[in-house]
């Protein structure tokens, strides 16, 4: 059978001019277009937005328990009422039961919801709240979109690439054997990227990947991979992997010609449309990481 993935936005899906599940589509194509050596799918990938019942919780995610899926893609995309109560509660035992999680955000104060998930969203870090205990990266980066605050790592521009820094031991999700380096180097880029990081005690996870301000050259980090553990209750959570933006899968960053919201700001770049070969290394990643998140019983 194969894995089967929810790619779950926590915006409504009412919010036609935002970054919608709909912005999203080249990932999930690419996903169920995965095949084993035998030519079977390897992927089931299920795209939704938010949609709230009469008493204004996702009916999906306040039962994700109980659903029929592997894995959570959730793409965090509001700025503080995107779960409710009963959604990261659905969400916690979908993780207690071995889900498998992979969270993104952006810049700034969007996705804070994660906050009130702990095992997921103690990775990241926002701006009006969890901040970064380093003080000294609680500033702008990009000053160009005046409009955004930090965290904003300026990667690059929409539509162009960044190279990537693997974190040695080199984690198997950034093993690329089709290339003579053996490694992912190339993820899209973004004007303003989220911080993440590895919480104190959260010996079982680890960085794998940085990237590098275009504007300050300083370093950030990118991703984050946490390992199965068991909780105080004996639960053997799921694999999670943290992103430091939702930007490294959507649609526009894989193809600029399909679109943005009417609010981006930022001129795109076109280093993909030029070298667009170099998708590859990050369709390697997405690959890796749908098997790699699998539950420990599909392994």
Known sequence: MPLKILLQTSLLTT??????????SLLKNYLNSLQDDAGNP??????RDRSPDSS???????NLNTQDFDELWLFALDVGSG??????????????????????RDHEDIGVSLCAITSIGSYHYFHSQQ??????RCQRDDHKTQSINWPNY?????????KIQPVEPVHELLL??????????YFPAHPHEGDIGVPPNFDYARVIATGTSQTTERQFNIAIAGERVKDAAGNLLGRVVAESTFHHLADYNWDVTTGCPSFVEEAPGSQVQQHPELLEDIKTYVKN???WLAPAHEK
């Open 154 to 162: 300026h990667s690059g521009k929409n539509g162009d690439y960044q």
């Open 56 to 62: 204004g919780h996702d009916p999906v995610l306040s």
């Open 289 to 291: 990481l749908a098997l």
């Open 83 to 104: 779960l409710s109560p009963q959604e990261q509660a659905g969400i916690t035992r979908f993780h207690q039961q071995g889900g498998g999680i992979f969270t993104a």
């Open 42 to 47: 390897l992927i089931e990938a299920i795209a």
């Open 176 to 185: 690329n054997h089709k290339t003579p380096q053996g490694v992912v180097k």
């Open 131 to 136: 901040n970064n205990p380093d003080d000294s």
């Open 15 to 24: 919010d036609s001019d935002d970054w919608t599940i709909c912005r999203f």
